[in-house]
């Protein structure tokens, strides 16, 4: 009865490699998102997606790349990864709740690049 | 730009004891403020979303307060367990209307002592 699941919990790397991360939401909501916890612990936003598309991009390098082959899913690849990538990256989705929308979090992905 | 602090950034209490976390944010334009709890290498599992018309939310022994026209919430734990040993944190969508994104705090560490 997982609710946000990621894949895989852990991923270690060397530099310039390509990686993806998987995440899939059996709530049936329509929104889905990225974020990015790093070594400090603060949370911030990278992308959101609404309906397979596109609503949130905040200032990311353009080697970090969403998917979302559908609602259910949004994937992140990464290319060229870099040392500073590592962090522990969490997907979220969200319900409308009033006018609001309640986020639920995966279990989160932590990357190390090496 | 929609700012978020959080105070204290730790504490450590004994078994039993009533405490208060506090949230402040700079623009009360908000739709909602949401509470999170994160145990150490999981993800966040949403406590209390309170709306903006709200001036308070309960859910079991906490309470959740919303002043905005001060820009500030309060979580009130009841009798706290060491099974609340977590990080705390709140978030508010981003002003401008952009009810999906969430801007975080950067949390209080919670040690209650058995």
């Known amino acids: 009865d997982t609710a946000v699941s990621q894949t895989p919990k852990y991923l270690v790397t060397q530099m310039g490699n390509d990686k993806s991360i998987k995440c899939e939401q059996n709530l049936g909501h329509d929104t889905m998102y990225w974020y990015k916890q790093d070594s400090k612990k603060f949370l911030k936003i990278m992308f959101s997606?609404?309906?397979?598309?596109?609503?949130i991009n905040e200032t990311v390098p353009n080697r970090f790349s969403p998917k979302s082959p559908d609602k259910a899913h949004l994937n992140l690849h990464i290319n060229s990864l870099e040392l500073g990538d590592s962090a522990v990256y969490f997907c979220a989705s969200s319900r409308l709740s009033g006018r609001s929308y309640e986020q639920y979090f995966g279990p989160g992905t932590r990357l190390t690049v090496t | 730009k929609q700012e978020v602090t959080q105070i204290p950034a730790a504490l450590s209490v004994p078994e039993g004891e009533n405490l208060v976390l506090n949230c402040s944010f700079t623009?009360?334009?908000?739709?909602?403020l949401q509470w999170f709890r994160q145990d150490p290498g999981k993800g966040l599992t949403s406590l209390l979303l309170?709306?903006?018309?709200?001036r308070e939310q309960t859910s079991g022994r906490l309470n959740a307060s919303l002043d905005k026209s001060s820009g500030r919430s309060t979580l009130y734990i009841a009798a706290s367990q060491p099974g609340d040993s977590a990080t705390y944190l709140c978030a508010v969508p981003n002003s401008g209307g952009s009810n999906y994104k969430l801007t975080f705090g950067k949390g209080t560490l919670l040690t209650v002592n058995p």
């Open positions: 309170i709306q903006s018309s709200q």
């Open positions: 997606y609404n309906n397979k598309e596109l609503i």
């Open positions: 623009d009360s334009a908000i739709y909602n």
